[in-house]
């Protein structure tokens, strides 16, 4: 058991509550703010630059570099966050524009040798024991970074980095800019959609005498869910995974060759192994066991889901009279898995859905969050924000009634929007250079049915999960305390980053935290016993062919960056064979439309599965022992997991929490596996 007791929280020094956030940059204005926010940023490089080597103290270098942060932090987010949410696309453009500028801006920054080692200088002055712990961690990491960046090679391999890394923003943010800006759609008649509920179809724009379907989630997966006809399946996933199939191909190529390139220079094998150095993996041979090892335990329970699956297509076939091959297709795989949920375990999902409407989960997540972390939120009545569908909430310590910070909820889907689920932090939580704490900002940007006049906003199960992941990052953006702006909010280790809100999807699968955040949305009654019972045994449904996605996917991250010269939609074909033995659709070519190779989690993305290890360790062995509602394990984990932000490593956040080294028992549990031996011994990760 891992320690619990009276925890107080509030910050030792004053609170500034200012959210210094504006939503009503014109394109002009922001193109001007750029060019100032460069130039008064650049006017403090050059001052520490210019220090004499004797005369550097911590004031003038390393404080001086983490007070601009600070300010820079802010009105850079203001400055590129509209590019994913403003309603307007001039301001959107204005705002891609900006975020290449401050990109390429970074870029110089980072590479800034005079500033670099007037560090240096500060590290051999200076007695690192008349430092905090932060401040010393500060000043090895921009050491660290200055040679990760090369600033101890030649000029002119600097020079070098320097292009590559200024190409590689730009690619990046024109890849996702590409995905967000998309607005393809399909036209079907009522026909094609057989098997959709007609509070679905009347959601979708008439196109003549058919029914537009958007390849954005609220259209593309209910449907691929539940419509019975083969063929609609077939088109829309085929335009689903060629999606900006031309630009981004060309794209995630130069990407790749790129980071290779940069990596090589920088005196490592790979881009995993320069990206993994900071990881708590460290190294490509140990993500490439974890896989491995999780593939072999998971493929006898993937082949028995397939063959299961198979059997619903046969029946399938024979009843409207289709052929069947004894093949699963891409298109096949939400449809029958969502027949297993509602064969094998009776779950209803059109009726579940019933139960979730927008207002009651939110109200209920809301309320789950608050009792857990002792914290109360209140919505701030006229608040500016970027689109009429926001809301802005205020976040106080229950105990102490100091201001925590403020998130945004962005949760409906509209035309140039991101188009996934994400948390962006937007005002870092740290010390300000008056020695006063900023609160801390941060949005949920998300894409849910958006509710109309004839039919409210519901929401599927795996829809509720996903808005308690999302929120536990917000949570985690708020909590932080950190004093530096770089180890602020979600700024950890990026193979752990996703553990805490992975931990707080667990609420969704629990009866009381369930029971909080549904009820009947025509009549207001409960969710009925025996429904919640079948949601809750419905867990483990497709666990093995969903966990076997996740690897081909890590898998196909992994390979692009280690090995040279793939072609990513076969080497994504290839896994999808190997692995699921479902084929990738002919002409597809799925990583030109995954934002995660361009969005931060390039060698990453096994980090999700990787940190599930922790993240259901800490929840087994804390929350599901001591009370999943259990206020002071709550603050425990608010105090050890949430506070430190990334001014700890996070192996010594989660020994803190859990009273012992990780273990590996529960993640394998909770995927179905029978727990070898060994599993109960601390896990090689």
Not at 38 to 49: M, S
Request: include cysteine.
């Amino acid at each position: 058991m891992g320690p619990t007791g009276e925890v107080v929280f509030g910050s030792p020094v004053p609170v500034c509550s200012d959210n210094q956030l504006r939503w009503d940059l014109t394109p002009e204005q922001i193109r001007q703010a750029s060019d100032e926010l460069i130039a008064r940023t650049k006017k403090v490089y050059d001052q520490v630059g210019a220090l004499d080597l004797d005369g550097v103290t911590f004031e003038n270098t390393l404080k001086a570099l983490a007070d601009v942060e600070v300010e820079y932090t802010v009105q850079r987010n203001m400055l590129d966050f509209p590019q994913h949410v403003s309603p307007c696309k001039d301001v959107r453009t204005a705002s891609t524009d900006a975020d290449k500028l401050l990109s390429e801006f970074d870029v110089e920054m980072s590479m800034r040798q005079d500033v670099y080692q007037r560090i240096v200088a500060v590290e051999e002055k200076i007695d690192a024991s008349s430092l905090t712990a932060e401040s010393r961690r500060y000043m090895e990491r921009l050491i660290k970074l200055g040679k990760r960046n090369g600033l101890h090679l030649p000029q002119e391999t600097q020079e070098e980095i320097k292009g590559i890394k200024k190409k590689l923003s730009t690619l990046c943010i024109d890849f996702n800019k590409n995905l967000n800006e998309d607005t393809t759609s399909l036209s079907f008649s009522r026909e094609e959609l057989g098997g959709l509920p007609e509070v679905f179809l009347s959601t979708l724009e008439q196109d003549g005498d058919k029914l537009k379907v958007s390849l954005k989630y609220p259209h593309y997966f209910p449907t691929m869910k539940k419509c019975f006809v083969p063929e609609t399946r077939h088109r829309l996933e085929e335009a689903f995974n060629s999606r900006c199939q031309k630009e981004n191909a060309s794209i995630l190529k130069e990407l790749v060759e790129l980071r290779a390139k940069k990596s090589n220079l920088l005196g490592f094998p790979t881009h995993a192994d320069f990206v993994l150095e900071m990881n708590m993996a460290k190294s490509g041979k140990k993500v490439s066991n974890f896989l491995e090892e999780l593939a072999r335990k998971l493929k006898p329970l993937g082949d028995e889901e397939h063959l299961f699956i198979l059997g619903l297509k046969e029946k399938e076939c024979q009843k409207r009279n289709l052929p069947f091959n004894g093949e699963l297709y891409a298109w096949d795989t939400r449809y029958y898995m969502t027949q297993v949920e509602e064969i094998q375990y009776a779950v209803d999902q059109n009726l579940v859905k019933e139960y979730f409407p927008m207002e009651v989960v939110t109200q209920g997540l809301l309320g789950i969050y608050q009792d857990l972390l002792g914290l109360s939120f209140e919505l701030v009545d006229g608040a500016t924000v970027w689109h009429p569908d926001v809301t802005l909430y205020c976040v106080k310590d229950r105990l102490s009634g100091q201001v925590v910070g403020q998130f945004y909820l962005d949760l409906y889907p509209r035309e140039g929007k991101y188009g996934h689920a994400a948390c962006f932090g937007l005002q870092p939580g740290c010390l300000l250079p008056d020695g006063s704490r900023q609160m801390s900002v941060a949005a949920m940007v998300a894409n849910f049915t958006k509710p109309t006049a004839d039919a409210p906003s519901l929401l599927q199960h795996d829809e509720v999960e996903t808005y308690f992941h999302e929120f536990g990052h917000v949570m985690h953006q708020l909590c932080a305390q950190a004093d530096y702006a770089m180890f602020s909010g979600t700024h950890v280790e990026r193979d752990f980053v996703e553990a805490p809100s992975q931990m707080l999807e667990n609420w969704v699968w629990e009866r009381e935290p369930l029971l909080r955040m549904s009820r009947h949305f025509k009549t207001g009654k409960p969710l009925p016993n025996e429904l919640l019972d079948k949601i809750l045994k419905s867990r483990l449904a497709n666990t093995g062919l969903y966990n076997l996605r996740q690897i081909v996917l890590a898998k196909m991250d992994q390979a692009l960056h280690t090995r040279q010269g793939l072609d990513p939609a076969e080497e994504y074909a290839r896994l999808c064979q190997d692995i699921l033995r479902i084929p990738a659709s002919p002409g597809t070519n799925m990583p030109a439309t995954f934002g995660h190779l361009a969005g931060g989690y390039d060698a990453q993305y096994y980090g999700y599965l990787w940190s599930e290890v922790f993240s259901m360790d800490m929840f087994f062995a804390r929350f599901k022992q001591e009370g999943i509602m259990n206020p002071k394990v709550g603050l425990d984990y608010r105090k050890f997991i949430l506070r430190p932000g990334g001014s700890e490593d996070a192996s010594e956040m989660l020994r803190k929490f859990l009273g012992r080294e990780p273990k590996q028992e529960a993640f394998l549990l909770s995927k179905g596996l029978t727990v070898e031996q060994d599993a109960g011994t601390p896990c090689p990760c």
